[in-house]
C-alpha cells in the first residue's frame, strides 16, 4: 500500500497532494447515507465468513464475476428462496481465480486496501493464496476486535447512518440507543491502529434514514399492503390521501425521534409534480382501486412518485429532514438475475436523466427556501455540468451529492470535481459520503476519496488556481464539515 | 498572480506552454460577441462603484451567493421596479464575506486578475478587506485613466461588438462612429501598463450585433408589439409575413450600416424548419392573432422560431452577416427570481439540447453554401463530440464557437478543445471570444482563454502530436486570426 | 518520429509507458473488424496512384477538407456516376495545401507515420512538398515490396476481417483461400523493416464478415430485390418470413465456412424487439407489400430492424458468429454530398443513442447466455459511463467494442479507458481492433491505440493503483488476446 496512492504522478503536485491529505486522514468519518444492517451492530456478533462478508453482499463483485458467466450462485449469493449453494471457502476461492477482472476497478483499490489496513492481511489475492488468505481472515474475524462495534470505533466513526423501510420498527435503532455508549465496543482493550487512520473523537452515533419508496412507488410489488400496513403502524387512515400524507409525517417523526436527520427516494426520473390537492387525492384513490385489481397505470404511478417528492420536500421544510433523490437507474434489467435472485441482485442498469424540467415543479414551491435541504445524485454525468452544477449554483435548497455508485471511484471522482466545481463551487455539494453496503469498506472508501480530493485540489495549487492554505481548507470541508453541515449533524440531537 | 498560472504542471509541458503563451500574449483583443452597454462607451462617464460594477451585474456572482441563502438585493441587484436596496459599500462586504464560495470557479480567477492588473489590487479579497479594497477601487474609479474609453484602449481591444435589440436606435453605436477617434480615450497621458498586456494596434472599434429574439421568438412577452414597433421603424408592413421579413432584413442592414458583422440568436432549441412559404405565411398569421388573444400555441411558438433560424441563414447568405446561435437554456428557471428580479435575472438553467436532427431543415438549404457562416454555441457538453464537432467538421456553413457560458473556465476549455479538436481540427472553430458582461473582465477573460489553449498545445508538443513551430501557429490563430476571420472582421468597413 | 509520441508527459509516467509499450509493440496484429477490399487482397495489384490510395476514400480527409469548401471533387472523389474529375497530382496538392487542417487530428498521426514508417517518406507534408512526397511515392508503389499482399505480411497482420454484403460471392476470399499460402506475399526478398512493428508468426489468414444490413433494413433502397437476390442465392424461399429467415441462416453458414467469425450491424438505433413470431410474419408481409408501392412505414421499419437485431442474436447463439452492433449514425446527413456523390460518402452524423431500453428485448432472451458474444460500439460517449459499461460489467453476452469512428483517436480512446475501466474492468472489452478502410494506415492504428493503452496503465502503475506486472499482462491482453478471444480467432478454423 503506497503511501502516495492515487496521488497525481507529477512531482511537484503529488507533494502539494501529501500535504492536504495529512491534514484530512485522521478526521473522523461522516457517513450520512448508507447501507449498513443495523442488527449488525445491535447484535454484535462475529462477522461472517470471509465469502458472506466480502463477496456475496457486494454487487461490484458479484456483477463483475456474472459479467464473465460465473453465476452468483458459485459465489455464495443466496437464490430468490434464501438458500445458498456454495460453501464459504468454495465461494472465496472462484471469486479469487477472477480477481484479475477487477484490474483498474475501484473495487479493487477497496478491497486490498480493506485486508491490508483492516485485516492485516497483506499477501496479494490470487487463485494461488484464496486458501491462507480464506484462513488468515476466519481467525481475525473470531478475534473481539473485529466485532462489528469495535470495528466502528476504530474506524473513526463519528456517525453513521442506515437506510431504512417506513415500516420499520426501529427496534435495532432502539437498542443501540437505550444502552449509553451502546455503539461503543464492548470488546475491550487498545483497538489495533488502523494506517491510516481517522481518531474516534466520541462514541460512534448510529441513526436510521427514512426511506420511504415502499408506500410512495405503486409500482413495487405489495404497495397497497405496505401502505395498509404504514396506517396501523401509525394508526392512520390511510384510505384517504390526507390519512396517507399524515402516517408519513408521523413516520417521519418517529425516524426523526429515532435520531434521523434525513430522507432518501429512489426513484426511476427526477420527475416532481405539483398536483392540486383535489387531483392528487383522486390519483391516490384511482391507484388504491387500480391495486386492487390489474395494478396501475404507468403514466399514473410515475406522476404520483412525482407527486411525492414534491410532497416530501413539503415535509421537509416542515421536520427539517434533508431530503436525498437517487434517480436514474433502470432496476432488475436482467430477466435472469431477477428470476433466480430476487430484486435488488445487482442487475440494475443507469439510463438519460434530466433534472432541469423535471424538478421544476417542486423547485417552484420551494427551490428557494433555504428550511429545504435537497441532495441529488446521478448515474448520468452528462448532467453533472449541464444540469446539476447550475441548479445546486442557483437554488438556496438544492446540494450536490458525492460521485455515486459506478463513479464512486477514483476516475469518477475526478470527473465530479472537475465538472462541477466550476460552476457550483465547493460549498453546495454535501463533500463526501460513502453509501457503503459493505461495513468493513467504510474507511477506506472515505480514504480514497479524501486522495483523490487532495488530487484534485493540488492540481488548482499547482496550476495557481487556489492558495494552499485556502485549499486545505477546502479539503477539510469535503471530508468533514460539510457532510456534517449539510446533514445537520452539527444541530445537536434530537428531541 | 503567478506567471505560470493555468499552465499544466508538468515542468516540460509547462516550459512549452511559457513559450507559446509568450507568442500571444500581447496580440491585440477581437470581442465580436458581448454584452458591454454602448452607452458606457459613448457617455465615457465613470464606471459605478465596486458593487454595481463588478457584483450585481454578474450573473456567476449573484447565482452563488443566491445558492448559499444571500438575497440578490442584499448585493444591490435591482428589484423588478429597478430600485436598488443596498447601500453599495453594504453590498460589496456582503460579497466580500462570501468570497470563499468562488474557490475553483472562473469567477474568482476574473475578479482576482481583474483587480490585481487592471486596478492595481492586490491584497486578497475576504471580509477583512472588504473595506480597504472598496476604498482603493472606488479611488481609482475616480482617475481619468480608468474611464471606460481609455480602458477599451488599455485593454487593447481591437474589435468590440455588443448585442442589441432590433428594435434599438443604434444612437449610442452612431454618437462612438460620429466623431473620429471617438472611441480613443479623451483623457490623455500614456495608460498604465496592464500586466500582462495586449498593445492596441489601431483605435478600437465598437461595432453593434443584431439580436433579433425579441421580435423572433413569439413566447417573449410583448412579441406583437414589438413587432409593430418593427414596422415603424422600418416603414415595412409586419402585418404580413413577407412584410415582417422584409423589415427584419431592413434592420440587419441598418445595424450592418452601422459596422455590425454578425447576428445573434438565442432560443430554447436548435430546431430549425423549411416551411413552405404559404405555410409559414398562415403560421405568422396564426401567431399574430393569438397574441391578440391568449397567446400562442407552444407548437407554434417552437416552429416560427425554427422557421426563422432558417429564414436568418437566408438572409445572412444575402447580406454576409456571420449567424450565432445559443440554444439550450431553460431561462428563468426559479420563480423566485422571476418575481423579484424580472427576466435575466440569473435564474436560466440548461437542458439537453440535440443538434444533428434540430439543424437539419436550415443545413439541407444553407449549410453546404460558403457564403453563410453559422457558429454554433452550447450548454449541453455531450453534444461537443457526438454532434457540434462532427457538424463543424463537415459544413462549410458550420464552425464551433468556444466554450460558453459556465464553460468559459479552465476545465470547460480543456474539455471543449479535448472534445472538439480531433474531430472539427482548429479550423472550423472561430478561436476564442469572450461573451463579456463584465466591461473590466475582458481582457483577463482573453488571458484566461490564451493560457488554457497554450496548455493544451504544450501538451500536443509534449507527446509529440504536433511541432512547437506549428503549435505555435495555432495559439496565435485562435487567439486572433481565427476570431477577426470568422467574423469578417477582417473585410474591411462596411460601406 | 519521436519514439515517446503519445505517451504521458510526466517523466516518470513515460518511462512506464515506454516499458510497457516494448511488452507490446512487436505483437502481431489482430484485425476482425475493417472495410478493406479482398479483391485488393486476392489480385494483388500494384496501389493505385497516392491520392486515390490516401485521399479519396478516406472520409476523415475529404470531410476535413469540404468543411473548409473544398470539393470532394477536387480530391478526386469519384461522382455518383463512378467518374473522378481530378488528376491524381491536382488531387494531392490540394490534399496538401489544407494538411495544416488537420493539426490535432488523429489522421495527421495516421499519415505521418505512415509515410514515415511504411513508405519511408519523411519530410514535413505541405503545399511545398507535394510534388516531391507525390513523386517519391509514386516510385515507392511501384516496388513489389509495396505490393497489397507483401505489405500484408509485412505489417504482422494475423488476421485480417473485411466487412461483406449478405450477398456477396466470396469469390475473392475463395481465391484467396484455394491456394496455400495466399495471403503470403508472392514478391519475394525480405520485406524490408517497418519500425515499430510486429512481426507476422504465421501467414496472415482473411476472413469476412457478414453484414446483413442491406436485406435487414426495410429502409435501404432496393431491399426487396436485395431479399428476393438473398432468395435466390440460398435457394430459400423468402416470399415468407420462415423462408427470409432460414435464407439469413444459410448465407450465415456461408460465411463461416469462407472464415467468417462474426456478423455486423449498423444500425440508426440500438432498438431491439422481440416480437411474437406470427407478429414478425406479418411485419415482414407488410414491409414486402409495401416495398412494391411507396416505401416502408418508418415505424415498420425501425421495428423490423428492432426484430432483426434479436433474430440475429439467437442465430449467433446457433451458429456461433460474434455479433457487432454499430449505432446511431444520421446516414448522409447532407444533401449536398448525397446528391453528388451517393450513399456512404462520409455525410454521417451521430445522434443521441441510448442502450439500456433499447436491448432490453434482446438481453431478455439472450444476454445471459455465454453462447452469444455482442459486442457493442457508440458515437455517444455519454452512454459509456451511463449504460454501456455498466451492461458489460453486467450481462454475460455483451463485450464493449472500442473507441469507434471519430473516437478513434488519442484522446477518444483515453476518455473511452478512463469512462468505462472502473465499471466494466479491461476483460468485458474486446481489446483493440482498427475498423479501418485505408490499408496501409493499419498497422500505424495499431501503434497508436498501443501507444495510449500503455499511457493509460502507465498513469494506474504511477498512481499504484495497479502493480507493474499485471499492467504489462492487462497492455499485452489489449494488443492480442482480448480480440484474437473475443473473435474467436483462438478456437481453431471452421469445418
Not at 507529477?10 to 457517513?31: F, N
Not at 417506513?166 to 437505550?178: C, K, T, V
Not at 465530479?416 to 455539494?429: I, M, P, S, V
Not at 488530487?455 to 485556502?470: I, M, N, Y
Request: charged share 25%; net charge negative.
Amino acid at each position: 500500500m503506497d503511501q502516495d496512492r492515487l496521488f497525481p504522478a507529477d512531482p511537484a503536485t503529488r507533494a502539494i497532494a501529501r500535504e492536504l491529505y495529512a491534514e484530512v486522514r485522521d478526521l473522523p468519518l461522516i457517513s450520512p447515507h448508507g447501507h449498513v444492517d443495523p442488527a449488525l451492530l445491535a447484535d454484535d456478533a462475529p462477522l461472517p465468513d470471509p465469502a458472506a462478508l466480502f463477496v456475496a453482499p457486494d454487487h461490484y463483485l458479484t456483477r463483475m464475476l456474472y459479467s464473465q458467466g460465473v453465476s452468483p450462485r458459485r459465489l455464495g449469493v443466496p437464490d430468490r428462496d434464501g438458500r445458498v449453494q456454495a460453501a464459504p471457502r468454495e465461494a472465496w476461492r472462484t471469486f479469487c481465480e477472477h480477481w484479475y477482472l477487477f484490474r483498474g476497478t475501484p473495487s479493487r483499490l477497496w478491497l486490498e486496501q480493506s485486508l491490508a489496513a483492516i485485516f492485516g492481511v497483506t499477501q496479494p489475492l490470487g487463485p494461488g493464496t484464496a486458501d491462507a488468505v480464506y484462513d488468515e481472515l476466519t481467525a481475525r474475524i473470531a478475534e473481539p476486535a473485529y466485532r462489528p462495534r469495535a470495528l466502528l470505533r476504530r474506524f473513526g466513526i463519528e456517525v453513521l447512518a442506515t437506510t431504512d423501510s417506513p415500516l420499520d420498527s426501529l427496534e435495532h435503532h432502539a437498542r443501540l440507543a437505550a444502552a449509553p455508549g451502546a455503539t461503543d465496543s464492548p470488546h475491550g482493550g487498545p483497538p489495533p491502529p488502523v494506517p491510516p487512520g481517522p481518531r474516534p473523537p466520541v462514541p460512534p452515533r448510529v441513526i436510521p434514514t427514512f426511506r420511504p419508496d415502499p408506500v410512495t412507488d405503486p409500482d413495487r410489488p405489495g404497495w397497497a399492503a405496505d401502505v395498509a400496513r404504514l396506517g396501523e403502524l401509525t394508526g392512520a387512515d390511510t384510505g384517504s390521501y390526507a390519512g396517507y400524507l399524515d402516517a408519513l409525517a408521523r413516520r417521519r417523526e418517529d425516524f426523526r425521534r429515532a435520531g434521523a436527520t434525513a430522507t432518501d427516494h429512489g426513484t426511476p426520473t427526477a420527475q416532481t409534480a405539483d398536483l392540486d390537492p383535489a387531483d392528487a387525492a383522486r390519483l391516490y384513490g384511482r391507484l388504491l382501486r387500480d391495486a386492487a385489481r390489474d395494478g396501475p397505470d404507468p403514466d399514473d404511478a410515475e406522476l404520483f412518485r412525482a407527486q411525492m417528492l414534491t410532497e416530501s420536500a413539503r415535509m421537509s421544510v416542515d421536520d427539517g429532514l434533508v431530503m436525498q433523490v437517487h434517480p436514474g437507474a433502470l432496476r432488475d434489467h436482467s430477466r435472469y438475475l431477477y428470476a433466480n435472485f430476487g430484486p435488488d441482485s445487482g442487475g440494475d442498469i443507469p439510463v438519460p436523466t434530466g433534472y432541469t424540467r423535471a424538478l421544476r415543479p417542486l423547485l417552484d414551491r420551494f427551490g428557494d427556501d433555504p428550511r429545504l435541504r435537497l441532495v441529488l445524485f446521478t448515474l448520468d454525468e452528462s448532467a453533472y455540468s449541464r444540469e446539476l452544477a447550475p441548479l445546486a449554483g442557483l437554488y438556496p435548497a438544492v446540494y450536490l451529492g458525492p460521485a455515486w455508485w459506478f463513479y464512486d471511484s477514483p476516475e469518477g471522482m475526478r470527473r465530479y470535481r472537475e465538472l462541477t466545481t466550476e460552476t457550483a463551487g465547493f460549498y453546495n455539494t454535501v463533500g463526501f459520503t460513502d453509501d457503503t453496503r459493505a461495513f468493513p469498506s467504510i474507511p477506506v472508501r472515505h480514504d480514497v476519496a479524501r486522495r483523490v480530493d487532495c488530487g484534485f485540489l493540488a492540481r488548482l495549487v499547482a496550476e495557481h488556481r487556489l492558495p494552499a492554505d485556502e485549499a486545505a481548507e477546502v479539503a477539510r470541508d469535503l471530508a468533514y464539515r460539510l457532510p456534517k453541515h449539510a446533514y445537520r449533524l452539527d444541530e445537536g440531537g434530537t428531541s
